[in-house]
């Protein structure tokens, strides 16, 4: 039984536009969450993370939402940009769980010129 | 800039063969691990270190083994490989086990394949 869900295999997105990717969990005792961008041929970097005390987290065009009620988060990318096509993986971990991150099956962005 | 190190990008091994997938960071980490990756399925850890000669069970250990006998390096080995092994294997890094500010740090992947 996942925990974490992204249910959308695969988005495409105008150059430009707002990208939403979203995430689904059914563990209440997620208490951190961190969203991974994946290019091919690499390894996954570390994108922007939140914290279950809050429920929006900004760093440039990046911009992650909690809402703990929904177990849902999101990410939303504006604008978007060519260089944004990448697999997008949300993940998830419990306080004192030893840096043990529940991930989803990831997302694939597609920007189209 | 950190770098892990995997060294091999690909591997085709044959069913009963013993594996040894390895990692090297050069940045000094603690904390290096061991994911394997399948379409559906995201990440699933299989093992961590914290230390040399330390390790912890993740969530699929069965079937892998580890090594951490010198700081930067941690080797996943395959005892004896099996169909369903086959899978993209990532390491990773971080230099404390503080969640809130020590990202992963990931290699490119070793995509092996078991015929």
């Known amino acids: 039984d996942q925990q974490v869900k992204q249910n959308s295999p695969s988005l495409s997105v105008q150059e430009g536009r707002i990208s939403i990717l979203n995430c689904d969990y059914t563990?209440?005792?997620?208490?951190?969450f961190l969203w991974y961008k994946k290019y091919p041929a690499e390894g996954p970097t570390f994108l922007i993370s939140?914290?279950?005390i809050k429920d929006k987290n900004e760093d440039g065009r990046f911009t992650v939402f909690l809402n703990k009620s929904a177990k849902h988060l999101s990410l939303h990318i504006v604008p978007s940009q060519p260089g944004d096509s990448a697999v997008y993986f949300c993940?998830?971990?419990?306080?004192?769980?030893?840096?043990?991150?529940?991930w989803g099956a990831g997302t694939k962005l597609i920007i189209k010129p | 800039d950190v770098k892990v190190t995997q060294s091999s990008r690909y591997l085709v091994k044959r069913t009963g063969e013993k594996v040894f997938l390895e990692c090297v960071q050069d940045m000094d980490h603690e904390n290096m691990f061991w994911y394997r990756q399948d379409p559906g399925l995201g990440l699933r850890l299989i093992y961590f270190s914290y230390d040399v000669k330390m390790k912890e069970k993740g969530d699929i250990p069965e079937g892998y083994s580890v090594s951490r006998e010198k700081k930067e390096r941690f080797s996943l080995i395959l005892e004896s490989a099996s169909t369903n092994q086959t899978s993209m294997y990532l390491c990773?890094?971080?230099?404390?086990?503080?969640?809130?500010?020590?990202?992963?740090?990931f290699g490119n992947g070793t995509r092996l394949t078991v015929t």
């Open positions: 990773a890094s971080t230099i404390t086990m503080d969640r809130f500010n020590s990202p992963l740090h």
């Open positions: 993940a998830a971990s419990v306080a004192d769980s030893n840096y043990q991150l529940i």
């Open positions: 939140i914290s279950s």
């Open positions: 563990n209440s005792m997620f208490d951190y």
